[in-house]
């Protein structure tokens, strides 16, 4: 019982934080391809946009572990309380919320990496 209410919590983590990412990657997307005409401005867009965003990220995982749990996203996500005693509940999802937050605030700043990468080889090599 007690690694299926872990793996429940854990997939709503997941679930929340994938979601608002996942939003945040659709909207840096288009400006991407908003400006596509412009190589060089759209590859540069997209890396202060990712940077932008891993920054966020990563504030927000500073600060989930003292965020109350039943404001959060994936309590609601749990639909029924799964009965937990609520500090044990606060430091459960307060702390699986900030890892989770933190991976995903890793992988945008390595797509800020690639895309300024790539706009110092579209100036090295591009058109």
Do not use: N
């Not at 840096?28 to 400006?35: N, S, Y």
């Not at 759209?42 to 890396?47: D, H, I, M, W, Y």
């Amino acid at each position: 019982m007690r690694e299926d209410l872990l793996e429940r919590i854990r997939v709503a983590v997941e679930v929340s934080v994938a979601r608002a990412a996942g939003f945040a990657a659709l909207a840096i997307g288009c400006v991407v391809l908003a400006l596509s005409s412009y190589s060089l401005l759209a590859l540069r867009s997209g890396a202060v946009l990712c940077l932008l965003a891993a920054t966020i990220l990563y504030q927000r995982s500073l600060a989930a572990p003292g965020r109350p749990y039943r404001r959060t996203e994936a309590w609601l996500i749990l639909g029924q309380p799964p009965g937990l005693a609520a500090d044990v509940a606060q430091r459960l999802i307060g702390g699986m919320l900030r890892r989770t937050l933190e991976r995903y605030a890793f992988w945008y700043a390595v797509a800020a990496l690639a895309f300024w990468l790539a706009s110092l080889a579209w100036l090295e090599f591009g058109a």
